[in-house]
């Protein structure tokens, strides 16, 4: 019985073999009956005129999708167009703005909504350097000196006596070891 099992693995080895080697040869065999095999369908010379009329349908929907799709992308492609040229509306008009008041000319954010928060804070701080920086360019023309600022309270040294004093019997404390 040992020879009859031998035998029957020798042969199965020996056919599995040759449908590899059979695969090898030709890969695409098994593609030309998937259909058949998915479908149910035999692939028959002339196709019937029902399966060239829902064909044409396919392809007509198909087309009818992709018409739709092309439609949708141009109009979001116009949409980020105009946002991006409105970008680029306000960046000029806001760098016009910031030109205008480094020149030192007075402006109303109010009258510019289409700005945003951020810009108006950035213009409303540029306002203010222009306005210190002329306040410092008219004091240094006119030449006044700024009066000197306020000296301590302490009257002719008053104090300093009893501050050297504690200095003096100042005992130094012994700190233990942390740890």
């Known amino acids: ?3 009859l099992a031998q ?6 080895k020996n ?4 449908i590899a080697k059979q695969m090898v040869r030709e890969p695409l065999e098994i593609l030309k009956d998937a ?3 998915t479908t149910g369908q035999e692939l028959s010379g002339q196709p019937s005129n029902q399966q060239t009329e829902s064909s044409d349908n396919q392809n007509k929907q198909i087309e009818q999708q992709k ?12 949409e980020a167009l105009n946002r991006e040229l409105d970008d680029i509306h306000k960046q000029k008009k806001f ?3 910031q030109k205008r008041i480094s020149e030192g000319e ?3 954010l109010e009258e510019y909504p289409e700005l ?16 210190v920086q002329s306040t410092k360019y008219k004091v240094q023309s006119t030449g006044l000196v700024e009066p000197a600022t306020k000296k301590g309270r302490q009257l002719f040294n008053f104090g300093k006596k009893q501050a050297m004093k504690n200095e003096q019997t100042r005992v130094e404390k012994p700190i233990p070891p942390s740890g």
Not at 67 to 78: C, L, S
């Open 106 to 108: 007075e402006i109303s």
């Open 67 to 78: 018409e739709i799709q092309d439609k949708m992308k141009a109009g979001r492609r116009m």
């Open 95 to 97: 760098s016009e703005l």
């Open 15 to 18: 056919l599995a073999q040759q």
């Open 7 to 12: 035998d029957t693995t020798k042969s199965a």
């Open 116 to 131: 945003s928060m951020e810009q108006k804070q950035v213009l409303k701080a540029q306002m203010e350097a222009v306005k």
């Open 1 to 3: 019985m040992t020879n």
């Open 35 to 37: 259909r058949e095999q």
